[in-house]
Antibody
Framework: EVQLLESGGGLVQPGGSLRLSCAAS????????MSWVRQAPGKGLEWVSA????????NYADSVKGRFTISRDNSKNTLYLQMNSLRAEDTAVYYC??????????????WGQGTLVTVSS | QSVLTQPPSASGTPGQRVTISCSGS????????VYWYQQLPGTAPKLLIY???QRPSGVPDRFSGSKSGTSASLAISGLRSEDEADYYC???????????FGGGTKLTVL
């Protein structure tokens, strides 16, 4: 059974940093691209970042480029999102989502339960 | 402001057929596949339609997708109370080099 379990969310001050993790199980992790998708309170879905199965290729939304870094450790079946210079508008539930192959597409067949990040003073 | 445009709301009565539209441009829907997601209240999104009109296993055939030019539609036939949810379209955007989502449509079953 595919499982994705996010952790690392919490309350952080503007300008602060946070690292999210997503522990994956139930599939060959290195064979699939992974993404982070966020949802601000009461708002719609926003794709944040993605990484190819090998970790060589990464993509970012313009809203987080230069501040967030996606990475993965295929030996630990874990996806990460390092978030720096956080802003109030980064407040959201962050989901990790599994892709359908090595390359990144909008196909997300499994999602985690989400972890809430709140940026506030 | 989302790259893909959806109506904010839609509604129907049980048994009815409803459609939800998704409008984009030549850099996304016009040249790439469209995906649809269903998000029930308080839960993570669920893949409903992929590659314009394909259903993952377990998704009822009451749900169907179509695409024409730079627009796409999700149709739900035989509407049921459990279909009340938010629905999102998504596509790859060549200009942004990443996936983009619509703003979402809240479906109410009257």
């Amino acid at each position: 059974e595919v499982q994705l379990l996010e952790s690392g969310g919490g309350l952080v001050q503007p300008g602060g940093s946070l690292r999210l993790s997503c522990a994956a199980s139930g599939f060959t992790f290195s064979s699939y691209a992974m993404s982070w998708v966020r949802q601000a309170p009461g708002k719609g879905l926003e794709w944040v970042s993605a990484i190819s199965g090998s970790g060589v290729s990464t993509n970012y939304a313009d809203s987080v480029k230069g501040r967030f870094t996606i990475s993965r450790d295929n030996s630990k079946n874990t996806l990460y999102l390092q978030m720096n210079s956080l802003r109030a508008e980064d407040t959201a539930v962050y989901y990790c989502a599994k892709g359908d192959g090595i390359m990144v597409t909008p196909y997300f067949d499994y999602w985690g339960q989400g972890t809430l990040v709140t940026v506030s003073s | 402001q989302s790259v893909l445009t959806q109506p904010p709301s839609a509604s129907g009565t049980p048994g009815q057929r409803v459609t939800i539209s998704c409008s984009g441009s030549s850099s996304n829907i016009g040249t790439n596949y469209v995906y649809w997601y269903q998000q029930l209240p308080g839960t993570a999104p669920k893949l409903l339609i992929y590659r314009n009109n394909q259903r993952p296993s377990g998704v009822p055939d009451r749900f169907s997708g179509s695409k024409s030019g730079t627009s796409a539609s999700l149709a739900i036939s035989g509407l049921r109370s459990e279909d009340e949810a938010d629905y999102y379209c998504a596509a790859w955007d060549d200009s942004l080099s990443g996936p983009v989502f619509g703003g979402g449509t809240k479906l109410t079953v009257l």
